[in-house]
């Protein structure tokens, strides 16, 4: 009985999937084939990745201006504002301000950010170099970075300590028990 010849390109031959890649005629089809995969997982992710992941990861960074902050150290800090090359700011509300605050710091609270600006602005030139601290850990300085910029302030750093870590470095603070000016006298 004489057997069929076995033919490669036919491509109804169940066999013909069992022979080696690289003994097959259509071995150009499959890497195309392969290589199109490859490339429409890569783009799959890419979208995914994009429009799900990235926006849920950094919310913060979407449609805010970039604020430019240096972070410097309490030693640096500390010199810019005994030599009066820097003016210290404090971004907490004026409750924490009044319970205790880096000695000569300006209360500037981002809660009350506009009451506030015009006597800060009759006191702080625009080319002075701002520090700005709240207390440590917290994010209320970026923000009030960011209003100080849209005003035309340029040079503002920050320090990563409030009132308590200046203390524990042995550098002074103040306590007042009557704020300068009281929440009812700026309404």
């Known amino acids: 009985m004489k057997q069929p010849a076995h033919n490669q390109n036919n491509s109804h031959d169940p066999?013909?999937?069992?022979?080696p890649w690289w003994k097959?005629?259509?071995?150009?089809?499959?890497?195309?084939?392969?290589?199109m995969l490859i490339l429409l997982s890569l783009g799959t992710g890419f979208i995914f990745n994009t429009i799900y992941i990235w926006p849920k990861q950094y919310p913060s960074s979407m449609n805010q201006p970039h604020t430019l902050l240096t972070q410097i150290s309490m030693e640096h800090a500390y010199e810019l504002v005994q030599r009066k090359q820097a003016v210290i700011v404090d971004t907490r509300d004026p409750e924490a301000y009044a319970h205790s605050h880096i000695a000569g710091a300006?209360?500037?609270?981002?809660?009350q950010f506009d009451n506030y600006y015009p006597d800060f602005a009759s006191q702080v030139?625009?080319?002075?170099?701002i520090i700005l601290y709240c207390s440590a850990g917290c994010?209320?300085?970026e923000k009030v970075a960011t209003r100080l910029q849209q005003?035309?302030?340029?040079?503002?750093n920050a320090i990563a300590a409030g009132p308590k870590e200046w203390a524990a470095a042995g550098y002074p603070?103040?306590?007042e028990e009557n704020p300068h000016i009281t929440e009812g006298e700026r309404q």
Do not use: C, M
């Open 15 to 19: 066999l013909s999937v069992l022979s």
């Open 24 to 35: 097959r005629a259509d071995i150009g089809t499959d890497l195309s084939r392969i290589f």
């Open 151 to 156: 005003h035309g302030y340029q040079d503002i």
């Open 125 to 129: 030139e625009k080319s002075q170099t």
């Open 139 to 141: 994010g209320i300085k």
């Open 106 to 111: 300006i209360n500037l609270p981002l809660s």
């Open 173 to 175: 603070v103040a306590k």
